[in-house]
């Protein structure tokens, strides 16, 4: 499946003082399980469905 990169504005501080206690890996992968989270609470269960369909190769 074809992907795509965002950018979010944040606090430069907050940011830094976040590095400090989270890798740059752990970061990726806690704010991709955040947008995971939303995708699926707010894209209807037919349209996520038919999303992956195409994805895999079907439909």
Known sequence: ????TISVPFNTEKLEALRQYRTGEQ????LESVL???YE???PTDVRKRIEAA???GV
């Open 36 to 38: 995971q989270a939303l």
């Open 55 to 57: 994805g895999s190769g």
């Open 41 to 43: 609470k707010h894209v």
């Open 1 to 4: 499946m074809k992907r795509e």
């Open 27 to 30: 970061l990726q992968e806690e």
